[in-house]
């Protein structure tokens, strides 16, 4: 784990002899009885208003598993969205018993509990288990699509990455394997101390080129997935999609089409607005980007730097699913392994964003269809909490306080790695 030396609970001590059952047992009780509640709300177990939307997107990977089996990308389909290494997962994971549908989920599974067992390993090592008790309670504040999406299995990779720190390669490694499987991993190559950079570029780099020279050789289309998607609009979700939903309320005329997987808003403007937000993400993560550069962010806990990365991404992205707060919950759980993380009230400030995120999708997306107040007042909490949470986070990054060090190469080098 990657904070600086003595950055844990207040006198406390690294527990070599092994984890106090205090310290697995009650998460893993509590993990366990979650995972068992959010696992059976797909197939119809417990009752759940609007559980069986969630297993849509879990359908759609089924009928794709039959084309890339044989060897070939859903070519031409506008709802493939994931970069190529998705393509021979989910291929494979049809193949888990007992049915394809029920395989799926269960390696999104295997996913969860794999950050579980690496969370929770790093109390062994003075890390505060508010970490794994974040990554917990941020299944049932996002409900059923936690399983029934594939947003656990990057959120994998990327917490191994920021475990990693102390190792830039390997954290290159880590990172370019969940960016293979969904692109936002690369945003946390900001949270590489200086001195690391080009070590966890470099790997990163060797990666993703390998993984795409060997999907390019053995399977037909491995590429098709950045260029079906050039004319997506605003998700109905999206922060900037909020601007039309209030809009409509004050008489300007606006309609939803189902494109690209999602319910897009379609109105005058909307081109120039995600043109718009799109520069805006760009922008601002090139800022970060340079703030690191210049050592401006020296002080900054890397993990809190992901977090934002990550938030500047959602705010100022096209599309916000509720399964992309999967990606929230990975990079928080992380930073609240340590006390020396500024992000606690941020995150805090995230918590009803995922489970209002929950209330609308699954249970009431209608209420967002149908223009009804109860949707667009849920959506306007959401949006202004978390714009809220985005600026306040920048602002702590800027505003780290007089307590915290610089968290450099040096002190990650003093903590041992995961397996």
């Given at each position: ?27 893993s009780?509590a993990?366990?009885?979650?995972r ?77 509990i ?24 941020a ?46 991993p ?38 098709s ?8 609009g ?12 209030i ?40 800022a970060?980007?340079?703030?690191r ?14 977090l ?12 916000l699913?509720p ?21 606690r009230?941020v ?65 990650l ?7």
């Amino acid at each position: 784990m990657h904070w600086p030396s003595g950055a844990g609970p207040a006198g406390s001590t690294r527990d070599t002899g092994g984890v106090s059952s205090r310290r697995w047992l009650l998460p893993s009780v509590a993990f366990v009885a979650t995972r068992l509640w959010l696992l059976a709300i797909p197939f119809g177990v417990v009752p759940y208003l609007g559980g069986q939307l969630v297993i849509n997107d879990v359908t759609l990977y089924t009928q794709w598993a039959d084309i890339l089996q044989s060897g070939r990308f859903p070519i031409g389909d506008e709802m493939w969205q994931y970069p190529p290494l998705v393509g021979p997962v989910i291929a494979l994971g049809a193949l888990i018993p007992p049915n394809p549908t029920m395989g799926l989920v269960l390696l999104m599974l295997a996913a969860d509990i794999a950050v579980f067992a690496v969370l929770l390993r790093q109390t062994r090592h003075g890390a505060r288990e508010e970490g794994v008790w974040a990554w917990v309670v941020a299944g049932m504040l996002i409900g059923p699509v936690w399983l029934t999406r594939f947003d656990i299995l990057p959120s994998l990779f990327a917490v191994l990455g920021l475990l990693a720190l102390s190792r830039p390669v390997r954290t290159g490694i880590w990172l370019g394997i969940g960016a293979m499987l969904k692109v936002w991993p690369v945003l946390l190559l900001l949270a590489v101390p200086r001195r690391s950079w080009i070590r966890a570029i470099a790997g990163f780099a060797v990666t993703v080129a390998c993984l795409l020279a060997v999907l390019a050789v053995t399977m037909t289309g491995a590429a098709s997935f950045a260029t079906e998607q050039r004319a997506r609009g605003l998700q109905l979700e999206s922060v900037p999609a909020w601007l039309f939903l209030i809009g409509h309320h004050l008489g300007w005329p606006r309609h939803f089409e189902y494109r690209y997987g999602a319910m897009e808003v379609m109105a005058q403007g909307t081109e120039v607005v995600a043109l718009a937000v799109t520069v805006l993400g760009v922008v601002t993560l090139g800022a970060l980007a340079l703030l690191r550069l210049v050592g401006r962010l020296d002080r900054c806990l890397p993990a809190d730097i992901a977090l934002v990365a990550v938030l500047v991404s959602m705010v100022t992205s096209r599309v916000l699913s509720p399964q992309y707060f999967i990606w929230v919950a990975a990079v928080s759980a992380v930073c609240l392994l340590s006390a020396a993380t500024v992000m606690r009230p941020v995150i805090v400030t995230l918590m009803p964003v995922a489970a209002l995120g929950q209330v609308l999708y699954p249970m009431h997306y209608n209420w967002l269809l149908s223009d009804g107040w109860n949707g667009v007042a849920i959506q306007t909490v959401r949006v202004v909490l978390l714009v809220l949470a985005t600026g306040w986070g920048f602002w702590r990054l800027l505003h780290p306080g007089d307590g915290v060090g610089e968290v450099g190469v040096d002190a990650l080098e003093e903590v041992r790695q995961p397996a």
